[in-house]
């Protein structure tokens, strides 16, 4: 007989982890004991060497699947503690937690698991068309969690005592819904109602012989618009076949361009119109259940009005027992967009709601359980045969990140995000918690949401910064709360604020998703941006020669005017024109190019005042942008030329349109010759007159938009290459071999791979961001990171 005292760290509570421990502890004849402590999971083990041994290897392999095992370690009891003081005890025990949980991680919402949809779908089950059905290895974590702790009383369960035959469920150490919080049935759980918007009651003929689930359906085929709670917030679900209703739910929305996500019941209904390869079922089908970004196969009978402009579709499978039920009795996709609304904490009586929805939707089905923490859905795709995170949200935060080496012993760090896709970091024990996805901060709901969730995040991890990590954009909501927390702290516990460059912390982001040590050499960071503060001006295209610690600005790309300020990002023709001002002047390109159907549409516009903002540099401010470099390529070619409606549409429609046969092609002009110049202050940048001359002809010839795009794509691709080639030797000799390309432009799959392939062609290790979004939604991770570097050098 020995005794073992074993140690595992990871997400190993709250997703049945002590269960499986149990279960594996009796067929391995094994007796003791497990608890939950602020550590993770100890447990005390008794058997036969081999026993002890089979019975490790056991948990290794069979761990939830919600949990992760970071490590597990383990030290011989003496035979002291086996002998005297403890007697060794004759079973195995579950015993109870004996202090918060602080230290360990919280599990992310999942998807209905394959028992509990089985479950619901059986007529001979006692959760039969339950819509709440879940259990220890499924359904909803951080939406319900509101404080630690991960009890039923700390959660939007609290109001619901279990029924007697859910709470010997609950107890019992071989049901899989043993310690399950969110456990529920018809007799003890929450319930959907279905509630007309206008208040009124539901007329007979809404509702003949069925339940409210079955008569959403059927009011979503009549062509209705029907707002449904979910797990992490609300949805709006129309018939995505029927042309007239997504344009009126666009109408009412006032969303008039931006793709709107499908839902469809199968991966088989999925293919009727998109290409679905092995990773993308995998992806759809993952515990996350992301929407996914798919090629368009064939558009068959779905409403143009989906996803204008686009070559993809976003859809999702069901995720919750409520989606499949509603989706058994449709047969062909919904769409399921999020309702914009954030829901209050104790939203019990959900008339308020009720309110904001009457103008957007007919019908309302809700339910009676709150939603603590709104969740949005995560938007992937697969590229290259590899899983990237485009909106990190709900099935991924607050998943752990791992430091990567040389961040260890860390103090706590709290890094505030960007502006818009916000989300907000805190690095603690090792380990960095990124938040779900925000939103808007200018959108005051939003705002209010993100304080919240700060507040939520510092009580479930009990958390107090000792370090704020800002962007250094003045006027970001997120950094002006950086030094209002920095501020109101005066005379308490001492905090240091950080204040961040933009793509530095793009750079850093994806350097800690690839695990890259803190002390390895320097590597050069490609940032592809819309706009950035550095140092007084504006970025968006930066080769930075970086590590966690600091950066150098080693090139850039050409700083242009930006007539009329924030207004050149809402309307993309003034970006080509600002272009044209700087690189031929405007009189030289009229003399050329006055016959082209662009110079009839500038003849429309008061250029006068524009060319004088420009020259003078009213309202104009210089910025190095490649996003509005695509802005202004976009408009150029007719492609969402007066107004782009939502951020980084002129891009997206551009890469759309792109030519494959294009961009295959031999022909010498198929690139568009970018060259390097240097900057009166002697920076290398990426000169564009030549790519606009080779363009500006294409277009007078009357070239294709889709031939264009392909040519300006390739060309841009050759001249980062070149630039990267340029930037890596320095007095004959390598100054990096590693290059990072992020920020929102490498969204761009086309740029991304075309870039990818040429770097490593000439022998770079390319880093790419993958679980992290290469858009704002990943900076705070990279603020934390560096603000942490910075700490440790200061100690
Ligand atoms: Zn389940
Ligand atoms: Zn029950
Ligand atoms: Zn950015």
């Known amino acids: 007989m020995s005794g073992r005292l074993i140690r595992i760290r990871g997400t190993v509570q709250g997703v049945g982890f002590r269960p499986t421990v149990y279960g594996e502890a009796l067929k391995h004849s094994i007796t003791g004991h497990i608890l939950n402590d602020g550590e993770g999971v100890l447990i005390k083990a008794f058997g036969a060497e081999a026993d002890l041994d089979a019975f490790i290897t056991a948990i290794k392999d069979n761990c939830p699947p919600l949990g992760q095992i970071d490590s597990i370690d383990w030290c011989n009891l003496s035979d002291i503690e086996l002998n005297c003081c403890d007697p060794v005890p004759d079973r195995f025990a579950i015993v109870e937690s004996v202090s918060s949980s602080a230290r360990t991680s919280i599990a992310a919402d999942a998807r209905t698991c394959p028992a509990c949809l089985e479950e619901t779908l059986s007529p001979n089950s006692r959760r039969y068309r339950y819509p709440f059905t879940n259990c220890t290895h499924c359904g909803p974590r951080l939406s319900i969690i509101s404080g630690i702790p991960y009890d039923r009383p700390n959660t939007s369960m609290a109001p619901f005592a279990l029924c007697s035959d859910c709470l010997k469920e609950y107890k019992d150490p071989l049901d899989r819904r043993f310690h399950a919080q969110p456990n529920a049935c018809y007799v003890c759980g929450p319930v959907v109602e279905l509630v007309r918007t206008d208040g009124l009651r539901l007329s007979r003929a809404e509702r003949p012989q069925s339940d409210d689930v079955d008569i959403a359906a059927s009011l979503i085929l009549k062509g209705q618009i029907v707002a449904i709670k979910g797990i992490g917030g609300f949805h709006i679900a129309c018939d995505a076949t029927n042309a007239p209703v997504v344009a009126l739910l666009r109408e009412r929305k006032k969303r008039f361009a931006k793709p709107f996500a499908l839902m469809a019941k199968s991966i088989e209904m999925i293919e009727r119109y998109c290409h679905v390869s092995e990773e993308e079922k995998a ?179 009990q958390f107090e910064p000792t370090i704020i990590a800002i962007d250094q954009h003045p006027e970001y909501l997120s950094a002006k709360l950086g030094r209002q927390m920095l501020e109101e702290s005066k005379g308490a516990k001492p905090i240091t604020l950080e204040s961040v460059q933009h793509h530095h912390a793009h750079v850093a982001a994806c350097l800690a998703e690839h695990n890259y040590p803190i002390s390895a050499a320097k590597i050069l960071g490609v940032a592809l941006d819309g706009l950035g503060y550095g140092e007084g001006q504006l970025w968006g295209g930066e080769f930075l020669f970086c590590d966690y610690y600091g950066y150098e600005r080693l090139a850039t790309f050409k700083p242009i005017s930006m007539p009329g300020g924030s207004m050149a990002m809402r309307e993309p023709w003034r970006n080509s024109f600002a272009h044209f001002v700087s690189a031929m002047g405007w009189n030289s390109y009229l003399a050329d190019y006055e016959k082209i159907e662009l110079t009839e549409f500038f003849k429309t516009k008061n250029l006068a005042t524009f060319e004088s903002m420009i020259t003078n540099g009213i309202n104009s401010p210089l910025a190095s942008s490649c996003g509005r470099l695509f802005d202004a390529v976009a408009a150029a070619i007719g492609i969402c030329r007066e107004v782009a409606s939502y951020e980084g549409q002129a891009a997206i429609e551009l890469e759309a349109i792109a030519s494959n046969e294009e961009l295959c092609s031999n022909e010498q002009n198929a690139v568009y010759p970018f060259a390097i110049s240097n900057l009166d202050s002697g920076l290398p940048y990426l000169e564009p ?65 075309l870039t990818r392939d040429l770097l490593q062609v000439h022998g770079f290790t390319v880093l790419t961001p993958a679980r992290i979004p290469a858009n704002d939604g990943g900076i705070a991770l990279g603020q934390a990171l560096i603000a942490s570097a910075n700490s440790l050098e200061r100690k």
């Open 283 to 461: 992806l759809l089908s993952s515990a996350a259940a992301p929407v996914v970004l798919l090629d368009i196969k064939a558009p068959g009978n779905i409403a143009s009005g989906i996803a204008p402009g686009q070559n993809t579709l976003g859809f999702m499978l069901p995720y919750t027992p409520l989606h499949h039920l509603l989706l058994s009795a449709i047969n062909q996709p919904i769409v399921l967009t999020s309702a914009n609304l954030a829901d209050e904490p104790q939203c019990t009586d959900n008339d308020d709601t009720l309110r904001r929805l009457a103008g957007l939707a007919d019908f309302v089905l809700l339910h009676n359980r709150a939603i603590v923490n709104r969740i949005d859905d995560s938007v992937a795709r697969v590229v290259q045969g590899q899983t990237v995170v485009v909106r990190r949200a709900r099935g991924y935060a607050p998943a752990p990140i791992s430091l990567p080496p040389g961040f260890e012993g860390m103090g706590q760090v709290l890094a505030l995000g960007g502006e818009l896709k916000n989300t907000f970091c805190l690095v603690k024990d090792d380990k960095a918690i990124l938040s779900q996805h925000m939103g808007d901060l200018e959108d005051a709901a939003t705002y209010i949401d993100y304080l919240k969730n700060i507040d939520l995040y510092r009580r479930l991890f």
């Open 689 to 753: 007159a030549g790519m606009w001359q080779a363009l500006l002809g294409d277009l007078a010839r009357q070239v294709s938009a889709p031939v264009i795009s392909a040519r300006f794509h390739r060309g841009l691709a050759v001249a980062v290459a070149n630039m990267v080639k340029k930037l890596s030797i320095v007095d004959s000799s390598p100054r990096f071999d590693t290059v990072v390309l992020t920020g929102g432009v490498f969204q761009n799959r086309l740029l991304l791979q």
